[in-house]
């Protein structure tokens, strides 16, 4: 049972443009909602995260956009650049079931100079 | 110079062989956790724990075991009870009742 849906599986920017990339989730109990970025041979960092009490959180030319009625969260890169290419995850946890994230499919971005 | 170290960075494994995959961190973090990642694929946990002397199965736990004898250091061996070995293997650590991971750059594991 995949709880954390994300797409798209890959994209393609041009430098300057904006990624845009989209999870779901199934779990009403999840409380925190993070990002990582991972690139190649390397482990997954995090990038950004937020939690379901705001709708919206900035950092940098990061954004995550949050909508609780919705079960959803996206992750929006304003101004992307060749050096944020990588694979980015969504993740979610329930702190009462122990802190363990639950992590989307990966999304592949490739921005193009 | 704090972090997860992972070793090794490559190993392969005969058909019938057990190997380990070695986890230490100096973030003097209780949790620690093995995350499984197939290609294009996100990140399965197989095991976690804690605390020392205290493990959990994750989603993925049948054909792995695990030890944590050390708050420093988590194990993983990869047994020949799981026939489809072949992935990246992530751990990472945090701190007692936070969310945030921090991880290792990973092994990759292949079968010869």
């Known amino acids: 049972q995949q709880q954390v849906k994300q797409s798209p599986q890959s994209l393609i920017v041009q430098k300057g443009g904006i990624s845009i990339i989209n999870c779901a989730y199934e779990?009403?109990?999840?409380?925190?909602f993070p990002w990582y970025q991972q690139f190649p041979g390397k482990g997954p960092a995090l990038l950004i995260a937020i939690r379901p009490d705001v709708s919206e959180k900035k950092e940098g030319r990061f954004t995550i956009s949050f909508n609780k009625s919705a079960k959803q969260f996206s992750l929006h890169i304003m101004d992307s650049q060749p050096g944020d290419s990588a694979t980015y995850f969504c993740?979610?946890?329930?702190?009462?079931?122990?802190?363990?994230?639950?992590f989307g499919g990966g999304t592949r971005v490739l921005v193009k100079p | 110079d704090g972090g997860i170290t992972q070793s090794p960075k490559y190993l392969f494994r005969k058909e019938g062989q057990n190997v380990t995959l070695s986890c230490e961190q100096n973030?003097?973090?209780?949790?620690m956790y093995w995350y499984r990642q197939d290609p294009g694929q996100g990140l399965r946990l197989i095991y976690y724990?804690?605390?020392?002397?205290?493990?959990q199965k994750g989603d993925i736990a049948e054909g792995y075991s695990v030890s944590r004898e050390k708050k420093e250091s988590f194990p993983l061996t990869v047994t020949s009870a799981q026939k489809n070995p072949t992935a990246f293997y992530l751990c990472?650590?945090?701190?007692?009742?936070?969310?945030?991971?921090?991880f290792g750059s990973g092994t990759q594991l292949s079968v010869l």
């Open positions: 990472a650590s945090s701190k007692r009742e936070d969310e945030k991971l921090f």
């Open positions: 779990n009403t109990a999840f409380d925190y």
């Open positions: 993740a979610a946890s329930d702190k009462a079931a122990g802190n363990k994230l639950t």
């Open positions: 724990s804690q605390i020392v002397n205290d493990f």
């Open positions: 973030l003097n973090h209780d949790a």
